[in-house]
């Protein structure tokens, strides 16, 4: 999952299970030049984690499932876990972490390998009661099949409830949503996170476009300033 600063800093997040049922982690950026002070923290690799004061990421492990394989990282701050993380992205204020999950470990899994995978969710760190924690944002229908995109302080996705999907914009600042225009039913048939298309923002992070697709035969296209 770049390093991409803004005047519009967008990510995308997508799982892809290969034929030897190892899955990578492809990012997708657009708009806007490489700035280090915004955009994703890349690559991620053990050491100090300079974001989070006093923090530092230990070696990575595989974490594996039966679709697809993420590298991620134990997050420590002090001497204290806090969680695992497999991606990183900051924007002009917040630090947005990508966080992965242990499931029950498999008798014939690989050394040196959890079963686990990603979570479907954005977290960000927060400290209670002197102890820091992984916490996920509330983001409104968030799913796996959401494709995000982040530009400025704004994340553009693909949002769920009951059994319906939306073109939905959030803001990850105020904790809003912003905009959400319902497109039909998310009886789908297949369970490839991809099967959604990636939400395209303008430069300007004020008008997004949200592609054709099987279910859609014109694009949607949400303008902010209306």
């Given at each position: 999952?770049?390093?991409?600063?803004?005047?519009?800093a967008?990510m995308?997040?997508?799982?892809?299970?290969?034929?030897a049922?190892v899955?990578v982690m492809?990012l997708?950026?657009?708009h806007?030049?490489?700035?280090?002070?915004?955009?994703?923290?890349?690559?991620?690799?053990?050491?100090?984690?300079?974001?989070?004061?006093?923090?530092?990421?230990?070696?990575?492990v595989r974490?594996?499932?039966?679709?697809?394989?993420?590298?991620?990282f134990?997050?420590q701050?002090?001497?204290?876990?806090?969680g695992?993380?497999?991606?990183?992205f900051?924007t002009?204020?917040l630090l947005?972490?990508f966080?992965?999950e242990?499931?029950?470990?498999?008798p014939d899994?690989q050394?040196?390998?959890?079963t686990?995978?990603?979570v479907?969710?954005m977290h960000?760190?927060i400290q209670?009661n002197?102890?820091?924690?992984l916490?996920?944002i509330?983001i409104p229908?968030y799913d796996?099949f959401?494709?995000?995109?982040?530009c400025?302080?704004?994340?553009a996705y693909?949002?769920?409830?009951?059994?319906?999907?939306f073109?939905?914009?959030?803001?990850?600042s105020?904790r809003?949503?912003?905009?959400?225009v319902r497109?039909?039913?998310?009886d789908?048939g297949?369970?490839?996170?991809s099967?959604?298309p990636?939400?395209?923002?303008t430069?300007?992070?004020d008008?997004v476009?949200y592609p054709?697709?099987?279910?859609v035969?014109?694009?949607?296209?949400i303008?902010l300033?209306?």
């Amino acid at each position: 999952m770049k390093a991409q600063g803004c005047n519009g800093a967008s990510m995308r997040v997508l799982q892809v299970t290969t034929l030897a049922a190892v899955a990578v982690m492809a990012l997708f950026l657009s708009h806007a030049k490489a700035d280090a002070k915004e955009g994703l923290i890349r690559p991620l690799q053990a050491g100090p984690f300079n974001s989070i004061p006093h923090a530092k990421l230990r070696p990575p492990v595989r974490f594996v499932n039966e679709m697809y394989e993420t590298t991620c990282f134990e997050l420590q701050v002090g001497n204290k876990k806090v969680g695992w993380i497999y991606a990183a992205f900051k924007t002009r204020t917040l630090l947005i972490l990508f966080a992965c999950e242990k499931y029950m470990q498999k008798p014939d899994a690989q050394a040196g390998t959890f079963t686990g995978g990603e979570v479907d969710a954005m977290h960000e760190v927060i400290q209670k009661n002197g102890n820091w924690q992984l916490v996920k944002i509330p983001i409104p229908g968030y799913d796996r099949f959401s494709q995000p995109v982040i530009c400025g302080e704004l994340v553009a996705y693909w949002a769920f409830d009951s059994n319906e999907y939306f073109a939905s914009v959030y803001d990850l600042s105020t904790r809003r949503q912003m905009k959400k225009v319902r497109i039909g039913r998310s009886d789908f048939g297949t369970d490839d996170s991809s099967y959604l298309p990636i939400p395209v923002w303008t430069a300007s992070c004020d008008e997004v476009r949200y592609p054709v697709h099987d279910e859609v035969i014109a694009p949607i296209i949400i303008k902010l300033s209306e």
